[in-house]
T-cell receptor, first 115, second 116 residues
Framework: AQSVTQLDSQVPVFEEAPVELRCNYSSSVSVYLFWYVQYPNQGLQLLLK??????LVKGINGFEAEFNKSQTSFHLRKPSVHISDTAEYFCAVTNYGGSQGNLIFGKGTKLSVKP | GAVVSQHPSRVICKSGTSVKIECRSL??????MFWYRQFPKQSLMLMATSNEGSKATYEQGVEKDKFLINHASLTLSTLTVTSAHPEDSSFYIC????????????FGQGTRLTVV
């Protein structure tokens, strides 16, 4: 079974500052990793994903994440945040490819960007 | 990208009534869809896996008779909350994975259910 730990429930940061949202996972098999963003009362939007290949993954809105197998981590980073990045961010894992397999989510990190 | 449409986005119902939520994949066929429930300020918890043409697979602790799932076609899954009670009030989200886009799940907009 897989599990996901998001170490920070809330991350306050000033506009234009860099940010890192931490995610660690556990699994006995190879996994696929994802970061999703959720704005209030909305569904989830995919930011980026790691399936295979390069461990540094670039996503939308200037976000990137690095898969570190030895540390079982997939931390999300952005060099300069905007007010509009204020949202809830979820890290997720699955060990299935194709159309099967559900995602296991972390508890989420609320990013608050202050002017 | 692929689109998953969920309807309605908000619904208020009286205690004891049933509510149906629809989840449609608009531009791909989804043999499998997933239903999640999200409590305020918490993560998404998988309720069940909806399989086209067969019975849904429910997670432990989810009442099958209360949360009826039907996946009648490759583009539509429905979740019916039967005899709803105030404790069923929550945010319900569906997702579907496109078999042609390995590993990526697309989410509906979510449904805010309030039982009064």
């Amino acid at each position: 079974a897989q599990s996901v730990t998001q170490l920070d429930s809330q991350v306050p940061v000033f506009e234009e500052a860099p940010v890192e949202l931490r995610c660690n996972y556990s699994s006995s098999v190879s996994v696929y990793l994802f970061w999703y963003v959720q704005y209030p009362n909305q569904g989830l939007q995919l930011l980026l994903k790691y399936l295979s290949g390069s461990t540094l993954v670039k996503g939308i809105n200037g976000f990137e994440a690095e898969f570190n197998k030895s540390q079982t981590s997939f931390h999300l980073r952005k060099p300069s945040v905007h007010i509009s990045d204020t949202a809830e961010y979820f890290c997720a894992v699955t060990n299935y490819g194709g159309s099967q397999g559900n995602l296991i989510f972390g508890k989420g990190t609320k990013l608050s960007v202050k002017p | 990208g692929a689109v998953v449409s969920q309807h309605p986005s908000r619904v208020i119902c009286k205690s004891g009534t049933s509510v149906k939520i629809e989840c449609r994949s608009l531009d791909f066929q989804a043999t499998t869809m997933f239903w999640y429930r999200q409590f305020p300020k918490q993560s998404l918890m998988l309720m069940a896996t909806s399989n086209e043409g067969s019975k849904a697979t429910y997670e432990q602790g989810v009442e099958k008779d209360k949360f009826l799932i039907n996946h009648a076609s490759l583009t539509l899954s429905t979740l019916t909350v039967t005899s709803a009670h105030p404790e069923d009030s929550s945010f319900y989200i569906c997702s579907a994975r496109d078999p042609l886009r390995s590993g990526e799940a697309f989410f509906g907009q979510g449904t805010r259910l309030t039982v009064v």
